[in-house]
């Protein structure tokens, strides 16, 4: 029998997760009765009730695994590392339990995975969002797009039926903050697209704010492209290019005796503010680089676990009910 591996990461979703466990379980047992079920809660470091429902949820349906971090560590770091206890033969990245990725698509993608494509893909084509969220989300994949060396499919996220050869190309990347999307994008294998609607949340407080989303835009522009770089040097090289003309058409009109070169301090000051401006912006661009390379020549922990429920050590055999392991603390 082949097992079908679920990622679910969360934040403070004592409302949702219950729901979300019921939905998963409803799905395979009434559409996928053929295929074992592994579903894996990654939890970071809640501090409302979401812990406690996970465990006695846990303790009834042993096919529920969950991993608690020491802290909170960010979406896509803690669903990376979840995504490493995965033991199935397809793996779906990432279903946040609030649902508003559909898990009733899982159906259509195993049938996908089935039928031989490695990455099954969903696409929110349709989001019951705000105008400007979706503008700028429109904006930052024609960015990427743009400035990267591959194509990252618009309205493509986490939602993710990937094949377990699929899943091992994407643990092989050793990346302090892991952008899951990109790097299933980058590794290839024959996939398809399936649209959908994004969902609106129904229960609970989204944990992405505007910051977050920026942060995650600018993590994976710096991250999968080296176009910014290209455009500080060029820019730097056009803008000295026109400071060089300018230079000598004012010497050759002063010799020619047809006016005198500008004047006055307005004309100072605005090109002296222009070429700071540009200055930082470059050294802002840089520094996002050198941060990111920073964190990575570290080689410090990703993810920190204090518990693992359902999840025995290496060469350890399960035994009955929920098996709860301290740590003290892993370090991934």
Same mark, same amino acid.
């Given at each position: 029998?082949?097992?079908?591996?679920?990622? +679910?990461?969360?934040?403070?979703?004592?409302?949702? &997760?219950?729901?979300?466990?019921?939905?998963?379980?409803?799905?395979?047992?009434?559409?996928?009765?053929?295929? %074992?079920? %592994?579903?894996?809660?990654?939890?970071?470091?809640?501090?409302?009730?979401?812990?406690?429902?996970?465990?006695?949820?846990?303790?009834?349906?042993?096919? =529920?695994?969950?991993?608690?971090?020491?802290?909170?560590?960010?979406?896509?770091? +803690?669903? @990376?590392?979840?995504?490493?206890?995965?033991?199935?033969?397809?793996?779906?990245?990432?279903? /946040?339990?609030?649902?508003?990725?559909?898990?009733?698509?899982?159906? %259509?993608?195993?049938?996908?995975?089935?039928?031989?494509?490695?990455?099954?893909?969903?696409?929110?084509?349709?989001?019951?969002?705000?105008?400007?969220?979706?503008?700028?989300?429109?904006?930052?994949?024609?960015? &990427?797009?743009?400035? +990267?060396?591959?194509?990252?499919? /618009?309205?493509?996220?986490?939602?993710?039926? =990937?094949?377990?050869?699929?899943?091992?190309?994407?643990?092989?990347?050793?990346?302090?903050?892991?952008?899951?999307?990109?790097?299933?994008?980058?590794?290839?294998?024959?996939?398809?697209?399936?649209?959908?609607?994004?969902?609106?949340?129904?229960?609970?407080?989204?944990?992405?704010?505007?910051?977050?989303?920026?942060?995650?835009?600018?993590?994976?522009?710096?991250?999968?492209?080296?176009?910014?770089?290209?455009?500080?040097?060029?820019?730097?090289?056009?803008?000295?290019?026109?400071?060089?003309?300018?230079?000598?058409?004012?010497?050759?009109? @002063?010799?020619?005796?047809?006016?005198?070169?500008?004047?006055?301090?307005?004309?100072?000051?605005?090109?002296?503010?222009?070429? +700071?401006?540009?200055?930082?912006? @470059?050294?802002?661009?840089?520094?996002?680089?050198?941060?990111?390379?920073?964190?990575? &020549?570290?080689?410090?922990?990703? =993810?920190?676990?204090?518990?693992?429920?359902?999840? %025995? /050590?290496?060469?350890?055999?399960?035994?009955?009910?929920?098996?709860?392991?301290?740590?003290?603390?892993?370090?991934?």
């Amino acid at each position: 029998m082949k097992k079908i591996t679920v990622v +679910s990461p969360c934040f403070n979703e004592e409302d949702n &997760v219950e729901t979300c466990y019921q939905t998963v379980k409803q799905i395979f047992d009434r559409e996928l009765p053929d295929y %074992e079920r %592994e579903h894996i809660f990654v939890d970071n470091a809640s501090s409302d009730r979401t812990i406690e429902i996970l465990r006695g949820i846990a303790e009834n349906d042993p096919a =529920v695994k969950v991993v608690v971090n020491a802290r909170n560590f960010g979406v896509y770091k +803690s669903t @990376f590392n979840g995504l490493r206890h995965a033991t199935g033969d397809a793996t779906l990245c990432m279903l /946040p339990v609030d649902l508003q990725d559909p898990p009733e698509h899982l159906p %259509e993608f195993v049938k996908l995975w089935e039928s031989g494509y490695d990455v099954v893909a969903g696409a929110r084509s349709t989001r019951e969002e705000g105008f400007f969220l979706r503008s700028s989300r429109k904006l930052f994949y024609r960015i &990427v797009n743009a400035l +990267s060396d591959f194509e990252l499919s /618009p309205d493509v996220g986490e939602f993710q039926l =990937v094949d377990r050869k699929v899943l091992n190309a994407v643990l092989a990347h050793n990346d302090h903050y892991p952008y899951i999307r990109g790097i299933i994008a980058s590794v290839g294998f024959k996939k398809v697209i399936i649209p959908y609607t994004w969902k609106a949340r129904k229960r609970g407080v989204s944990k992405h704010n505007l910051m977050m989303l920026i942060d995650q835009a600018l993590n994976a522009i710096f991250a999968f492209t080296k176009a910014p770089m290209r455009f500080c040097t060029f820019a730097g090289i056009g803008i000295a290019a026109l400071c060089i003309l300018f230079s000598v058409l004012s010497v050759i009109l @002063f010799l020619l005796g047809i006016g005198d070169a500008p004047r006055g301090t307005t004309t100072i000051i605005v090109a002296l503010f222009f070429l +700071s401006g540009i200055q930082l912006l @470059f050294i802002g661009m840089l520094g996002e680089y050198i941060t990111a390379i920073h964190n990575q &020549v570290r080689g410090g922990p990703t =993810v920190i676990e204090s518990e693992l429920i359902n999840i %025995e /050590p290496a060469g350890a055999r399960a035994g009955s009910g929920a098996s709860v392991t301290q740590l003290s603390p892993r370090k991934v």
